[in-house]
T-cell receptor
Framework: AQSVTQLDSQVPVFEEAPVELRCNYSSSVSVYLFWYVQYPNQGLQLLLKYLSGSTLVKGINGFEAEFNKSQTSFHLRKPSVHISDTAEYFCAVRGSGTYKYIFGTGTRLKVLA | DAGVIQSPRHEVTEMGQEVTLRCKPISGHNSLFWYRQTMMRGLELLIYFNNNVPIDDSGMPEDRFSAKMPNASFSTLKIQPSEPRDSAVYFC??????????FGQGTRLTVV
């Protein structure tokens, strides 16, 4: 069965500093990968997705992620964070032969002034 | 499109009562998902439908939970009888085959 591991439950970082949120997945088949952001009392909003093609994916709000098949990772990065990036971030995987999206446990990013 | 629409946004009910959560997916999407989010267990997939047919309900906690999708534009998640441990935020999401899932704003359920 597919699974997603987000290694960090909380990441504090100062404003304008870079950040990386880690995501590893386990799957023996081709996968599609996603990062979502959730602001308080809201639903999940797509940040970016990897379906095929270039392994470096750019998303909204200046975020990007790199698909690394050999390391089964899909880490999310931003070179300079803002206070408004404070939120919970979820990594998700979907196998190519299924419609099922499996989510990680989330990483709470707190940007400090 | 207005996105995925869930109702109600908040529901407070007494233990033992029946609760029905509603979802209208994005028009044209053919997959629909129900998720439950709690602090302890994170985001759990309860059930998903493809072309209105339930494909995988292995995440449904127990027989008290049931979900239906009578047509492409409407789905319900019912809990009968409800218990305090069912308190959570319930999300509905929809997708078009091969694409990302779009989430609704969620229903915050409190069972007292």
């Amino acid at each position: 069965a597919q699974s997603v591991t987000q290694l960090d439950s909380q990441v504090p970082v100062f404003e304008e500093a870079p950040v990386e949120l880690r995501c590893n997945y386990s799957s023996s088949v081709s996968v599609y990968l996603f990062w979502y952001v959730q602001y308080p009392n809201q639903g999940l909003q797509l940040l970016l997705k990897y379906l095929s093609g270039s392994t470096l994916v750019k998303g909204i709000n200046g975020f990007e992620a790199e698909f690394n098949k050999s390391q089964t990772s899909f880490h999310l990065r931003k070179p300079s964070v803002h206070i408004s990036d404070t939120a919970e971030y979820f990594c998700a995987v979907r196998g190519s032969g299924t419609y099922k999206y499996i989510f990680g446990t989330g990483t709470r990013l707190k940007v400090l002034a | 499109d207005a996105g995925v629409i869930q109702s109600p946004r908040h529901e407070v009910t007494e233990m033992g009562q029946e609760v029905t959560l509603r979802c209208k997916p994005i028009s044209g999407h053919n997959s629909l998902f129900w998720y439950r989010q709690t602090m302890m267990r994170g985001l759990e997939l309860l059930i998903y439908f493809n072309n209105n047919v339930p494909i995988d309900d292995s995440g449904m906690p127990e027989d008290r939970f049931s979900a239906k999708m009578p047509n492409a534009s409407f789905s319900t998640l019912k809990i009968q009888p409800s218990e305090p441990r069912d308190s959570a935020v319930y999300f509905c999401a929809s997708s078009l085959a091969g694409g990302e899932a779009f989430f609704g704003q969620g229903t915050r359920l409190t069972v007292v």
